[in-house]
């Protein structure tokens, strides 16, 4: 360096003078040793290519698969089974056994995470010998491949037990539907018990929405009555009683309201 | 006339010796995947490095349309998705890009890893890529929130609850992060936001610019 003394500034900068300046030149390839070559252009090109070729997975994934978009957050649903995105499924896993949960979820949540993120960091000084190779290595190689491991299986068994179809189903954008709440047959319907399950209007509480049902009022007003059956398991209970919540007719109502309902 | 402007502005501030060390600086054969197919492993963290600056990119024209604001966060993004122009390409990138980065930022610690490249003189190189994935890990946090749909506030809830339960510091985490002791709401949402696009990428560029110098510094490691 040519700092201090003897130095020829430029004016009162300590830009050095054209003298002593660096040309503008590449250097000679003749100075790179064997295959190596200089980083521009010749790499960066090369790196461009890979980079290009990255470029076009990346962008047939996002036109593929267009990213998600579930219903506007609404704190006040508890049913919401919760999950974090892919690369967090693991560490959520950890959380679902017994040694690393309830009293012991400080175990899962802190104290796992905590030390292999810790070891991660710290690898430098927890392997000091000069070997590079990873046979030469074993413990290192073997913590690491061990984790690899355990981060993929907990994936897998995350992935493996979620309910995928309810987790879709649950997370759907729900059309917004202006209720005609002066119609009779909303009225039989407001009056009957069916409100209690399928809300104020009709946008589905504990049972789902009655909106865009697809149904005919003739099934409807048989579901309304005998409620729905699945394999032997009951996912309606029979719901409306005739002359007790309204009559034939009032059903009758009830179900062609309820069938005339489209989502936007 | 671009010669002369180069000059001019050399002349001034002398940028020669800048880029040219950038320019010529060698690329082993053993990096290059012109030599060796297998040296494609020495790519990962230059792909990480090209999401990251799409992330960058995609992430300041999501904020053209995007408002952080309980009642019109979700809206905003409906309307960027199917309303705006090419909105659902650029919101598809920020989306799978999050997800490339992790994946690309993993796979380029295992090599710097089974390379045993961290090794003395490079260990301090080492310890803040850890911190750049941490950072990385912190903004896909952060961001999972700002559509503000379901599964993003109650993912949130979930990790929140999770960094609540450090030992000692856990509620003023708690605090810190969702801006009330119990509430998951507006707070939440703002705070997220500027962490996610103020905070965190700050601290991102910071230990990025680290990164490079300590690698132009130290040059890259030798072959096995």
């Avoid at chain 2, 002349?11 to 082993?28: M, S």
């Avoid at chain 2, 995947?33 to 020495?42: L, R």
């Avoid at chain 2, 990790?159 to 707070?187: F, H, N, R, W, Y």
């Amino acid at each position: 360096m040519h700092r201090g003394k003897g130095m020829k500034f430029v004016g009162d900068s300590r830009v050095k003078g054209l003298e002593h300046r660096m040309p503008n030149i590449p250097k000679d390839y003749s100075e790179y040793p064997g295959k190596t070559e200089a980083f521009w252009p010749n790499f960066l090109l090369k790196e461009w290519m890979i980079g290009a070729v990255f470029l076009i997975g990346y962008l047939l994934l996002t036109v593929a698969h267009p990213s998600p978009l579930e219903g506007q957050a609404d704190p006040t649903d508890t049913g919401y089974i919760p999950l974090p995105d892919w690369y967090f499924l693991f560490l959520y896993q950890l959380l679902k056994y017994e040694f690393a949960s309830g009293p012991f979820n400080i175990v899962g949540a802190i104290i796992v995470p905590g030390l292999a993120f810790g070891a991660l960091a710290l690898a430098p000084f927890l392997d000091r010998g000069p070997e590079r190779r990873p046979s030469k290595r074993p413990l290192p190689t073997g913590f690491m491949l061990l984790a690899i491991a355990s981060i993929v299986f907990l994936t897998w068994e995350s992935v493996a037990n979620h309910d995928w179809e309810a987790a879709e189903a649950q997370g759907k954008i729900q059309e917004e539907v202006e209720i005609d709440t002066t119609d009779p047959g909303y009225e039989v319907y407001s009056t009957s018990s069916c409100i209690s399950c399928h809300g104020d209007n009709l946008e589905g509480q504990v049972g789902p929405t009655l909106v865009g049902t697809g149904y005919t009022p003739e099934e409807i007003a048989d579901i309304a009555v005998n409620g729905i059956e699945e394999d032997g398991e009951q996912k309606m209970p029979p719901s409306f009683e005739v002359d007790v919540d309204g009559s034939e007719e009032d059903l009758q109502t009830m179900a062609e309201f309820i069938a005339g309902l489209e989502a936007e | 006339m671009l010669n002369k402007l180069y000059d001019w502005v050399d002349e001034r501030l002398d940028i020669t010796p800048i880029w040219r060390d950038i320019a010529d600086h060698e690329v082993p054969e053993h990096v290059n995947p012109a030599h060796h197919f297998s040296a494609f492993v020495y790519c990962f963290g230059g792909l990480t490095f090209f999401i990251t600056v799409i992330q960058i990119l995609s992430g300041m024209f999501l904020t053209m349309y995007y408002v952080p604001d309980i009642e019109n966060a979700w809206q905003s993004v409906y309307y960027l998705q199917n309303e705006v122009a090419f909105g659902e390409i650029v919101r598809g990138m920020h989306h799978w890009g999050a997800s490339l980065v992790v994946v690309m930022i993993f796979l380029h610690t295992l090599r710097v890893f089974f390379t045993g490249s961290y090794k003395k003189p490079r260990e301090l190189n080492w310890v803040v890529g850890v911190m750049l994935f941490g950072v990385i890990l912190g903004l896909s946090f952060t961001g999972y929130l700002l559509p503000w749909d379901m599964k993003a506030l109650f993912a949130t809830k979930v990790g929140i609850e999770i960094a609540a339960s450090v030992p000692l510091v856990g509620d003023m985490i708690k605090t810190l992060l969702a801006g009330d002791s119990t509430i998951l709401g507006a707070q939440t949402l703002t705070r997220f936001f500027a962490i996610h696009v103020f905070f965190l990428p700050a601290a991102l560029l910071g230990l990025l610019a680290a990164h490079f110098i300590m690698i132009r510094r130290q040059g890259i490691s030798g072959p096995l």
